[in-house]
């Protein structure tokens, strides 16, 4: 929705979307304040995430679901909950969680447990028989070098297991995978990702605004965007369109 005309703007996709995605990270919100965000921002926010284990503890978890699903976002819970229970051996007890509480996505990462290729695309194949899956690839861990080529393969085999979007992993700090511990980009690898993985089968973790406007300057205003923080929904939505200082001269009319 939008209050005034403006020409020469980027061409936004509309919701559903497979490209343009913004994916916002849920870490704790109460009833109320998921009301505000849904109100105000329900039109720019594709998924939320409730992040790493936060569920769990979530007060009223049904129906803060409810306003998510009322307000046409899709929601899952974090990949480290995935995790969690499969390092415990609890795979089919995960599954029945999501049926419980009627998700319709779901993350798989190997983030924080080591966890064998073979063994992460068997997940994604059995999830995906019933769930939109979306598959992380990165390491949490700071420090640790993934090659490009394996990033690739990685990405390139979760998504012909089923994934629908492969996630590269920054954290939520934006220090980690696909950037240097400065929060740069690591251009190199993410070039590399992009001559053999389709961008749009891409969600890219961007926590910080010079990261958001770095990739909306490489790919435009409908790339895939995530770890978005609440606050962050509209001021990225007028990055994407131009109307913020980091990327004005982007979408300039061309006269």
Not at 167 to 196: C, D, F, M, Q, W
Not at 203 to 231: C, H, R, Y
């Amino acid at each position: 929705m939008r209050n005034f005309k403006l020409p020469g703007l980027p061409e936004r996709t509309d919701k559903p979307r497979e490209s343009g995605i913004t994916m916002v990270m849920d870490k704790g919100l109460s009833l109320r304040q998921t009301l505000d965000l849904v109100s105000v921002c329900g039109d720019y926010t594709d998924l939320v995430k409730l992040g790493f284990g936060t569920s769990l503890l979530t007060k009223d978890l049904n129906k803060k679901l409810g306003l998510y699903n009322d307000a046409g976002i899709k929601t899952y819970f974090g990949g480290t909950l995935f995790e969690a229970f499969v390092v415990r051996n609890m795979f089919d007890d995960y599954c029945k969680l999501l049926d419980k509480y009627k998700i319709e996505y779901v993350e798989v990462s190997d983030g924080s447990l080591q966890m064998e290729q073979d063994v992460k695309c068997n997940y994604i194949k059995e999830l995906a028989k019933n769930f939109t899956v979306l598959s992380e690839v990165g390491s949490k861990e700071a420090g640790v070098i993934i090659h490009p080529n394996l990033w690739i393969s990685m990405m390139n085999r979760e998504l012909e297991a089923g994934a629908w979007k492969v996630i590269a992993e920054s954290r939520e700090s934006g220090t980690v995978g696909i950037y240097r511990p400065n929060g740069n980009a690591h251009v190199t690898l993410i070039n590399k990702i992009l001559n053999k993985v389709p961008k749009d089968s891409i969600l890219w973790e961007a926590p910080k605004k010079s990261q958001q406007a770095w990739f909306i300057s490489l790919l435009g205003a409908n790339v895939n965007l995530g770890n978005i923080a609440t606050d962050d929904v509209i001021p990225l939505e007028t990055l994407r369109l131009g109307l913020r200082g980091d990327t004005f001269k982007q979408f300039m009319p061309k006269q």
